[in-house]
């Protein structure tokens, strides 16, 4: 027991790395002050580009998987009982750790891509499903936010699903994540209801022009 109560602490602090934020910082740029001001990989999109926020979403992808298929599936942090809820209880505080990171005075990500690590070691499937439901949904509205919470209904509901053959423990937890990333996206939620939502520009001169305008921000802050 102890031995696995330290392993979710371990997993706490490893989703709450600020990959995002220390991604901004080696560009001279803080990304709580630009953007949406979220640390995660969509407003490092939005900000640095694709070719940063590619290894920042694939790190908070990790953030939830690793826990889950290292400290359980591979024994390390285990228990020695068998109990689902330790690799759930892994997963979670990686998730809690992303959103609300120690590092970073508890303001972190909305969770989605470490959410999406943490069931890609638990139910593959329903990432699979989710991922093609969040590409669908983001090339035809443009918006990150509308896809990640389509993509959360999708994952919830393949999870309630009577055919789904994931524990009983593993469709809890993850219907709580579920409606828990759907909760973190309220604020974009009104946004879209309002028709204010920001949407991703089309191509890469959008890109670079978001770039050009944090840097020199970023420029104007540095003390002379």
């Known amino acids: 027991m102890t031995r696995a109560l330290l392993f979710v602490v371990l997993s706490y602090l490893w989703g709450a790395i600020p ?30 580009g ?20 290292l400290f359980y599936q591979r024994g390390l942090g ?10 759930l209880a892994y997963g979670a505080a990686a998730i809690v750790g992303h959103v609300f990171p120690l590092y970073m ?16 070691a ?3 499937m329903a990432v699979g499903v989710g991922l093609l439901t969040w590409l669908i949904v ?23 699903m009577p055919f789904s053959h994931v524990p009983a423990e593993v469709k809890i937890l ?18 879209i209801m309002d028709g204010t939502e920001s949407r991703f520009g089309s191509g890469k001169q959008a890109d670079e022009a978001a770039v050009g305008a944090a840097a020199a921000t970023a420029d104007a802050e540095e003390p002379r």
């Open 50 to 69: 694709a070719r940063v926020a590619a290894p920042v979403m694939v790190f908070d992808i990790l953030k939830g998987f690793l826990p889950v298929y």
């Open 19 to 48: 990959a995002s934020y220390i991604a901004g910082r080696m560009r001279g740029i803080d990304l709580r002050r630009h953007g949406s001001g979220n640390l995660g990989a969509t407003n490092t999109f939005r900000v640095l």
């Open 138 to 160: 983001l090339r035809t509205t443009r918006m990150v936010s509308a896809g990640s919470v389509s993509a959360a209904l999708v994952v919830l509901a393949m999870l309630l």
């Open 174 to 191: 993850g219907s709580a994540i579920c409606l828990f990333v759907i909760f973190a996206h309220r604020s974009n939620l009104k946004r």
């Open 105 to 120: 005075g508890f303001r972190g990500g909305k969770g989605v891509a470490t959410s999406a690590g943490v069931f890609l």
């Open 78 to 87: 285990w228990d020695g009982s068998g109990d689902w809820r330790w690799g």
């Open 122 to 124: 638990l139910a593959p």
